[in-house]
């Protein structure tokens, strides 16, 4: 889960992730350290400054924050930010290739900690910026034999089952099976009722499946008659 504008929602947002089962959090920021941060869990007091002033106070066990920690330079080329498209780059693919590596280099050569990637859509739609991030993965891929690139829930998966590096090749958790659910030429056309509050309207869409009972949105992301609403599971979560 990842916060709107990483506007945090405190114990409430957590008491949602957990009432609906889910697995980890990266809406935290984390100021710029000595040496990058690890993901943690929520057992705990988290071991960073809240930027936001809307961290979690309580404890919530089982439950991982991968904090956005901040990307820098010694030189200050692109400043300093929490998401890629932040920083500002010269349209130099040099430039912000030099960048990647620098802060990849500064969580490989200390304390491991993953390197996250975050940045927006606007970032893939800016060719200096693809052209970097192009050069900066097959650098990768050909310079460290220990290194992958993998998801958040992928690198969560192997900090609950740690290996080393010779093991982490056959690892479960990080195999891509190329299976893929069948399509189909002539999806049907589903006829949907979509409810907002007092309002109700006709909607459509099409699916290769059975058709939703109800139109799928923000507060019923399953289509469901019974779907919730997050600030119903916040208030219940409270009494």
């Known amino acids: 889960m990842r916060a709107p504008f990483l506007k945090a929602g405190g114990n409430k947002m957590l008491e949602v992730i957990y009432d609906y089962g889910l697995d980890y ?76 590596v620098y802060n990849f280099y500064r969580h490989y050569a200390t304390n491991r900690a993953p390197f996250v990637m975050n940045f927006h859509v606007n970032w893939v739609t800016d060719d200096t910026k693809v052209a970097a991030l192009d050069v900066f993965i097959d650098h990768i891929l050909e310079t460290y034999s220990d290194v992958w690139f993998v998801t958040m829930q992928q690198a969560m998966q192997w900090m609950r089952s740690p290996m080393t590096s010779d093991l982490a090749k056959s690892f479960e958790g990080w195999k891509c099976p190329r299976t893929r659910l069948p399509g189909c030429n002539i999806p049907r056309t589903c006829r949907v009722q979509l409810q907002e509050g007092s309002r109700k309207e006709t909607r459509y869409l099409q699916a290769c499946g059975k058709c939703p009972e109800m139109y799928p949105w923000l507060h019923n992301i399953r289509g469901t008659k019974e779907g919730k609403r997050v600030k119903d599971l916040v208030q219940k979560s409270t009494v």
Not at 26 to 40: G, H, K, M, R, T
Not at 49 to 78: A, H, V
Request: aromatic fraction near 16%.
């Open 25 to 100: 959090d990266s809406s935290l920021a984390a100021p710029l350290s000595e040496v990058p941060l690890w993901p943690y869990t929520f057992d705990y007091h988290h071991p960073h400054k809240c930027i936001s002033d809307t961290c979690p106070t309580r404890s919530f066990p089982g439950i991982w924050e991968f904090p956005l920690n901040t990307y820098s330079t010694d030189d200050e080329t692109g400043g300093t930010c929490v998401f890629l498209d932040q920083c500002v780059f010269p349209e130099d693919p040099e430039v912000v290739y030099d960048f990647l």
